[in-house]
């Protein structure tokens, strides 16, 4: 059934539209600190938090649990956790793709050492969550808490939509532009994320990553600091699984999470025009990739092409 059918869409949604209003003057409210001093602490970003979850969303305050086990905020239903929420002072995440990335890196350590499959992170002006699939980040909502319009796709986070997959978001939704210049030393741009002790790249360079707290599960590292791909890295990354595909495992890897490390990869491949179709010549190595999408029913979830 799609969600639009439910029940408790349509009253979360009437919900989200009658106290989007009196969301945005509390919201106001809070920033008034920032205006006067030009800037706000974290904590302001919380409670505007706070109040989203509990007055526009259906979230009860008992709810809500703040600071478990270094998390900002984590959101829990009948003693389950459902939620790791990363709050940064007001403005800080928009529109910097470097403290987005920092911030992403952080919340996903924590859903990964409390064993969360959805994350999110905000500064009170906008709100990116995702849920963790095989080492990635799948958009699961990604909105402005200062638009003026309710946003109804917050349901997606609402007591009865948290823990629905989300089929039918966007794979090629994007939080920022191109804002962090290439120039940035390796060091800043990695901030406080743990690295691996081979690579010394965070865990979103990988293409698979068994558990964000722990390196040594991650496998094939496809992408540099900064967050470009790495074109000498990434074909052999795709031939890693293509040429060993022989078992339950390969290199590490569960069967299971085959199929969406080769669209990840293929994700990648695609950005540079790799992929059949898109130039004159292909390599072997992408050629073979989309014949191995095509199998397994992926090919669709590749943008471009």
Wanted: charge should be negative; proline fraction near 5%.
């Amino acid at each position: 059934m799609a969600v639009e059918h439910l029940a408790s869409f349509e009253r979360c949604k009437e919900r989200i539209c009658a106290n989007w209003s009196a969301f945005q003057k509390k919201r106001q409210e809070r920033l008034k600190q920032q205006e006067r001093h030009g800037v706000a602490s974290e904590k302001v970003a919380e409670n505007i938090l706070e109040d989203l979850f509990t007055e526009v969303l259906d979230w009860r305050l008992s709810d809500l649990n703040n600071q478990l086990d270094f998390a900002d905020l984590v959101l829990t239903s009948s003693g389950v956790r459902y939620l790791v929420v990363e709050a940064k002072r007001p403005g800080s995440l928009a529109w910097s793709r470097r403290a987005v990335e920092g911030a992403l890196d952080q919340v996903v350590r924590y859903a990964a050492q409390q064993k969360v499959k959805r994350v999110a992170i905000s500064d009170g002006v906008m709100l990116y969550a995702a849920d963790l699939e095989h080492g990635g980040l799948k958009d699961r909502v990604f909105v402005s808490l200062a638009s003026p319009e309710p946003q109804e796709s917050l349901w997606w986070l609402s007591v009865h939509g948290i823990y629905r997959p989300r089929e039918d978001a966007d794979a090629t939704l994007r939080l920022l532009p191109e804002e962090s210049s290439p120039a940035e030393s390796e060091a800043e741009t990695a901030g406080s994320a743990i690295l691996h002790p081979k690579y010394c790249l965070p865990a979103r360079c990988f293409a698979y990553v068994g558990n964000a707290a722990r390196p040594s599960t991650w496998r094939l590292p496809y992408r540099l600091v900064d967050g470009s791909i790495d074109q000498k890295r990434l074909p052999k990354a795709i031939q890693a699984i293509l040429s060993n595909y022989r078992g339950v495992k390969v290199s590490g890897i569960p069967e299971d999470a085959i199929p969406d490390v080769l669209v990840r990869l293929a994700c990648a491949a695609a950005e540079l025009g790799k992929i059949p179709g898109q130039r004159g010549e292909t390599a072997p190595v992408y050629e073979q990739l989309a014949e191995a999408l095509e199998q397994l029913g992926k090919l669709d979830e590749v943008p471009g092409i």
